[in-house]
């Protein structure tokens, strides 16, 4: 009797240290730098990773700083968070190139929905499909009629092959029947250079980087692929109203951590995300980035990420795309 009783009182206290220590270790997180890893050098990725460094160092009251690990179209980055520490203090800081990376790489060594947990959505980019103002073809419709006369022979340029606008040109090519003849770049700002100099007939990117050459009237805009009008370009349709909504693809920058890492430090980290993105600082520097803030809890966001690689699964199937 003794002995069951001594168990007893043993199991109970074992189970309240447990409990106090994840209490402790979440309270006391963080204690020293965190790192948010970058996939690329430079671009919307990098910049939503300054911004959030600096709205989480005011938040924790610790340094958060970022590091860029380029490579392996965005592979390398990927995998270094996936086998750091889980400690809370190595962050990943992502795009589509998260769900996108294994689908291109039969060599990529990481399942990101399986050695990563979701953190939080910080903003998302949409995504604008524009042509020269030389082009012939002044909205979606003029457009679609224009390449099914001439399939395979109009060009659309992208940052490289099995980039994220790659796909979106795809999913195009796959919705409605046209057939396009794709140009790799080193960087979408190179092909949108190209798209301006007439060298090629369109592009799909970022809204941010298109507007100010739209409204200088080097680009002229077809669609913005979104639900909703943006405030930046009020009078440019989106693809939704349209009458492709299956079209709508913007480019989501979300926060992730290494599998193994403590519930309680996720937690944490998830609401101040949260609490930043909220923030009317926050919204007015989105809005004037044309970024737009999401707010999805962690199981949402799992599920996001798990629609998302299922989509570009099923493009790059359907196109019967080659990568290796």
Known sequence: MLKVM???????????????????????????????ILPFPAGNNYLIGQFLAEKLTEALGQPTIIESKAGGGG????????????????LLVT???????????????????????????????PNIFVVSPSSPVKNFKEFLEFAKLRPGQLTYGTGGIGSSNHFAVELLKITTGIDLLHIPYQSTTAALTNVIGGQIDLIIGGLPASVPLIKSGQLRPI??????????LPDVPT??????????????????????????IIEKLHQEIIKIT???????????????????????????????????????????????
């Open 6 to 36: 001594l168990r007893s009182i043993y199991g109970i206290c074992v189970a309240t240290l447990l409990f106090t220590s994840g209490i402790s270790t979440a309270q006391n997180y963080p204690s020293k730098t965190i790192r948010l």
């Open 239 to 264: 693809i939704a109203e349209l009458g492709y909504p299956e079209l709508v693809v913007d480019t989501w920058y979300g926060v992730l951590a290494p599998v193994g890492t403590k519930p309680e």
């Open 75 to 90: 592979s390398v980055a990927i995998e270094m968070v996936a086998k750091s520490v889980p400690d809370g203090y190595t």
């Open 95 to 125: 795009s589509p190139t998260l769900t996108i990376s294994p689908i291109i790489n039969s060599k990529f060594k990481i399942n990101p929905l399986k050695d990563l947990i979701p953190i939080a959505i910080v903003g998302s980019i």
């Open 278 to 324: 909220k923030s009317s600082d926050t919204k007015q520097r989105f809005a004037k980035a044309g970024i737009d803030p999401v707010n999805l809890n962690m199981q949402e966001f799992t599920i996001f990420l798990k629609n998302d690689y299922e989509k570009w699964l099923r493009v790059k199937n359907t196109a019967q795309l080659k990568f290796d």
């Open 223 to 232: 669609a913005i692929l979104t639900q909703q009008r943006s405030p930046l």
